[in-house]
């Protein structure tokens, strides 16, 4: 079991960047399929990028060139980079972890077993 914990989200003016961590807790987050999603409010939680194991990695088409994926192995924590933001990017982003690399189930919620616990990322125009 993991326990991960989000931080680094914020208010931002448009074509801003922010960097958002996870860090996990309990068995080490590398063993584990690493995804962020992110909901906005009245939406449905949406996949951003996900991180294989061995350092593959997998974004939302539309999202791509804007975001990164990244993990420090050492620390545990992964990141997520958010450049050029948009105000439609509003929106709690979530990490979490799971064992299943197929890009056919990498895009469901449903696929990972754990969760943090969000953090608010506010783009302004």
């Known amino acids: 079991q993991v326990r991960l914990v989000e931080s680094g989200g914020g208010l931002v003016q448009a074509g801003g960047s922010l960097r958002l961590s996870c860090v996990a807790s309990g068995r080490t987050y590398s063993a584990y399929v690493m995804g962020w999603f992110r909901q906005a409010p009245g939406k449905e939680r949406e996949f951003v990028a996900a991180?294989?194991?061995?350092?593959?990695?997998y974004y939302e088409d539309s999202l791509k060139g804007r975001f990164t994926i990244s993990r420090d192995i050492a620390k545990n924590t992964g990141f997520l980079q958010l450049n050029v933001l948009k105000p439609e990017d509003t929106a709690v982003y979530y990490c979490?972890?799971?064992?299943?690399?197929?890009?056919?189930?990498?895009?469901?919620?449903?696929?990972?077993?754990?969760w943090g616990q969000g953090t608010q990322v506010t783009v302004s125009s």
């Open positions: 979490a972890a799971g064992d299943l690399w197929a890009q056919n189930a990498l895009k469901k919620p449903s696929t990972y077993a754990f």
């Open positions: 991180m294989s194991i061995s350092g593959g990695v």
